[in-house]
């Protein structure tokens, strides 16, 4: 969950909060914003549990109890999907995107968290793409790539927000020239890492 993520759930969760009918416990409104936030660090820590337990100044098996339910949760929100892929148009942007989620859950390297960021990005390229008349991952077009990668470095957006979005269309591209759906020599190549400075 990168920071305008974060930003913008947390708004959410403080929208749910006013405008409840009654007052949310507070074990449970600190439970909700913990989650939000441990994914967060998660997310700003690469990953890597030993510098989010530095991060949030807890223990690890603290981390990993509260880790625990959110796993849970987006285990249960997997199993919900899972029949989305079946249940998609083939050939349709949303199908893809699906395939492409479901080929990346099954990657064990990866959280749910960072699932969760790539769908995010997807979900905003496909409705990029949607705005342009696209419906099919057949009708996207290599300029589109290129017109996408120039809004989000004109968006006010933090650099690796930016480099997020970017990469994970690159990788959702080439996943789609390796399926056979696109031909990738003829989309732009991937964006090029800027050095650290």
């Known amino acids: 969950m990168d920071e305008e993520s974060f930003q913008e759930q947390v708004e959410r969760l403080a929208q749910k909060l006013t405008k409840a009918r009654t007052p ?3 074990r449970k409104a600190r439970q909700e914003f913990e989650r939000l936030y441990i994914e967060y660090v998660m997310f700003r820590a690469d990953n890597n549990r030993r510098a989010a337990v530095d991060m949030l100044d807890i ?10 339910p959110i796993s849970a949760s987006a285990r249960a929100r997997a199993k919900a999907r899972k029949g989305s892929v079946a249940n998609t148009k083939k050939g349709s942007l949303e199908n893809g995107r699906e395939r492409f989620l479901k080929m990346l859950s099954g990657k064990r390297s990866l959280t749910q968290a960072t699932i969760s960021a790539y769908r995010r990005c ?11 008349g ?5 009708d996207m077009k290599p300029t589109d790539v290129t017109a996408y990668r120039r809004q989000v470095t004109r968006r006010n957006l933090a650099s690796n927000s930016r480099t997020q979005r970017v990469q994970a269309v690159d990788q959702w591209i080439d996943f789609l020239g390796d399926q056979g759906d696109i031909v990738r020599s003829k989309f732009p190549k991937r964006a090029a890492k800027k050095p650290a400075t």
């Not at 223990?59 to 625990?68: A, P, R, T, V």
């Not at 997807?122 to 342009?132: D, G, P, R, V």
């Not at 696209?134 to 057949?138: F, N």
């Open 24 to 26: 949310w416990a507070l």
């Open 59 to 68: 223990s690890l098996s603290s981390l990993k109890e509260k880790i625990e």
């Open 122 to 132: 997807i979900n905003e390229f496909c409705e990029f793409l949607a705005k342009k």
């Open 134 to 138: 696209r419906k099919k991952v057949s």
